[in-house]
């Protein structure tokens, strides 16, 4: 790693912010410095592009304009306000954060990233961008961008997979943030990681800061940063029973806790839960299926192949490869069965997961 010179900084930090003043990015959460709507965005923000975030905030700030509203809200309307955007546990952890800041904060902000912190799902970058943004505190934001662009700049060569590594970064990045722009300072760099300085194509040769950009000058940019990599996410074979009875669907409602919990879905089956060989056909699935909602939900049903291609969807630790099964409900007594029969034109009520909008982009092409 290379260490910059007090006249180094300064200068970095003119061309970097001049740069940001003609070119940074107009976003609806940059309008003005509220910390409520810098929380929303950065929660947003997390593992999701600018541009698929944009109409989901505006969105969320008509429905839930406030700390109380997202507070208040009924968690139905929470779970359909994130439709698409996945990581459901985030918008659960947001609403415990509005109650807390509510209950504990009188509805009030903490002012410092340190306090910030305490908030239920804040992390450090999060509470780093709030504090320097909204309350001009002069502190780093560390996240994938911020990662990639002092790792390059620097060829600082620590693994950022290790949760150490954060803490050196965030030492660096503390000499070089200016006092009187924080926030500017922080966007500028979101918006450098996001543009000239990419992960897997950067155009650092008309970069504002290349003169800066030591593994670019040395030719080696696509060193940095340095990241071990994660375990492949384990596969999971799964049936989807597209089930209907009076020309309804039945719908299931996922448990609580869980991956994509509270989310409604049709009836997911997974492979292993099934009673089948090891060189089974698809004519023992469709008895195991049957078998299965009679034994579980004591419901009589006729499956039967789609023919479709199976759908995939990969989460974090896991890749789910998802076989499509029609089904006839003979007789419809929910009265064991987690979920209800909806029409087809109550179905975009329900708040659903992105593999269910897979599942019926397959079953009906759009």
């Given at each position: 790693m290379i260490e910059w010179s007090p006249a180094t900084i300064k200068a970095f930090q003119a061309t970097l912010l001049t740069w940001f003043d003609r070119e940074g990015r107009d976003l609806p959460?940059?309008?003005?410095?509220e910390p409520y709507h810098i929380w929303v965005s950065e929660i947003m923000l997390q593992q999701t592009q600018v541009q698929t975030v944009i109409p989901y905030y505006e969105r969320f700030m008509t429905w839930f304009p406030t700390v109380t509203a997202?507070?208040?809200?009924?968690?139905?309307q929470l779970l359909k306000a994130w439709e698409g955007l996945g990581y459901y546990s985030r918008v659960r952890n947001m609403q415990r954060c509005a109650r807390q800041l509510l209950a504990d904060y009188g509805g009030q902000w903490p002012r410092t990233a340190t306090e910030l912190t305490e908030l239920i799902g804040i992390g450090?970058?999060?509470?780093?961008?709030?504090?320097?943004?909204?309350?001009?505190?002069p502190v780093p934001a560390v996240d994938g961008n911020a990662f990639r662009v002092f790792s390059r700049l620097l060829e600082i060569d620590a693994d950022i997979a290790k949760p150490q590594t954060r803490q050196l970064f965030e030492k660096v990045i503390a000499r070089i943030i200016p006092k009187d722009r924080p926030g500017d300072f922080n966007q500028a760099i979101m918006d450098l990681g996001s543009s000239y300085m990419t992960a897997r194509n950067p155009d650092s040769a008309h970069s504002p800061v290349k003169d800066f950009n030591q593994a670019y000058l040395d030719g080696k940019e696509l060193d940095y940063p340095v990241k071990t990599k994660k375990p492949r996410p384990v596969p999971v074979d799964y049936v989807a029973v597209l089930a209907q009875a009076d020309r309804q669907w039945l719908m299931t409602q996922r448990p609580s806790n869980g991956m994509l919990a509270n989310l409604w879905t049709v009836p997911l089956l997974k492979v292993a839960d099934l009673d089948l060989t090891e060189n089974y056909l698809p004519a023992d699935l469709e008895l195991a299926i049957q078998t299965y909602f009679q034994q579980e939900y004591q419901l009589t049903v006729t499956s039967f192949d789609l023919g479709l291609k199976p759908v995939k969807h990969t989460f974090t630790h896991q890749k789910w490869t998802i076989q499509l099964f029609g089904a006839k409900v003979e007789q419809a007594d929910l009265a064991y069965f987690p979920g209800k029969l909806v029409s087809a034109d109550r179905l975009a009520a329900l708040p659903m997961p992105k593999v269910q909008e897979k599942i019926w982009n397959r079953y009906q092409p759009k």
């Open positions: 959460w940059r309008h003005d410095h997202l507070a208040q809200a009924p968690e139905s450090p970058y999060t509470a780093g961008a709030i504090a320097s943004i909204a309350f001009n505190e």
